[in-house]
T-cell receptor, first 115, second 113 residues
Framework: GAGVSQSPRYKVAKRGQDVALRCDPI?????LFWYQQALGQGPEFLTY????????KSGLPSDRFFAERPEGSVSTLKIQRTQQEDSAVYLC?????????????FGPGTRLTVL | GENVEQHPSTLSVQEGDSAVIKCTYS??????FPWYKQELGKRPQLIID?????GEKKDQRIAVTLNKTAKHFSLHITETQPEDSAVYFC????????????FGAGTRLFVKA
């Protein structure tokens, strides 16, 4: 079946622009995670959704970062007034249930470059 | 604080040798420990995982061990092959009070033919 998909795959933004990154999780998956992966580093947790509810946003680095999942399926990560330090790969992952021991399936990521 | 330490950062082995990667975690509430393989420019893919009620798990050439008391877990790859070359990440979840999965910084494994 279809895995997790993300769009766009690459995004170049000028400093100060707003960007929106989309994640399509595996159909029926309850949990959805967003991560930020800097070059040469492990994924860093940003936020977690259980269906449409954002239950953990403790990893969002500033109030410029905002995520939503209004209908409990597709999610969007929005970054306002982008800065150079926002340059990274943004990964989305989904898992079947709300159980913490469920396997997370990752999307291919969106590589954001802020000039 | 929230932390998963992973060692070594780089590991080079000869084809056919074994490779061992070690991780430690800080939060005793963590009960799930997955390992991911990430090839250059690709998404992380789960290769094996272990839950806190088990001390060891094996899947063909890959095994993981967990020591809850010491908060250590390790990945063992036997009979390494060139296609095992990649970056490997350990992770621990959840963290007390939230739903975080915390990843290690990664180990770049090179298998020389």
């Amino acid at each position: 079946g279809a895995g997790v998909s993300q769009s766009p795959r690459y995004k170049v933004a000028k400093r100060g622009q707003d960007v929106a990154l989309r994640c399509d999780p595996i159909s029926g998956h309850v949990s959805l995670f967003w991560y930020q992966q800097a070059l040469g580093q492990g994924p860093e947790f940003l936020t977690y959704f259980q269906n449409e509810a954002q239950l953990d946003k403790s990893g969002l680095p500033s109030d410029r970062f905002f995520a939503e999942r209004p209908e409990g399926s597709v999610s969007t990560l929005k970054i306002q007034r982008t800065q150079q330090e926002d340059s990274a790969v943004y990964l989305c992952a989904s898992s079947l249930s709300s159980t913490s021991t469920d396997t997370q399936y990752f999307g291919p990521g969106t590589r954001l470059t802020v000039l | 604080g929230e932390n998963v330490e992973q060692h070594p950062s780089t590991l080079s082995v000869q084809e056919g040798d074994s490779a061992v990667i070690k991780c430690t975690y800080s939060d005793s509430a963590s009960n799930y420990f997955p390992w991911y393989k990430q090839e250059l420019g690709k998404r992380p893919q789960l290769i094996i995982d272990i839950r806190s009620n088990v001390g060891e798990k094996k899947d063909q050439r890959i095994a993981v061990t967990l020591n809850k008391t010491a908060k250590h877990f390790s990945l063992h790859i036997t009979e390494t092959q060139p296609e095992d070359s990649a970056v490997y990440f350990c992770a621990a979840s959840p963290y007390t009070g939230g739903f975080k999965t915390i990843f290690g910084a990664g180990t770049r494994l090179f298998v020389k033919a």
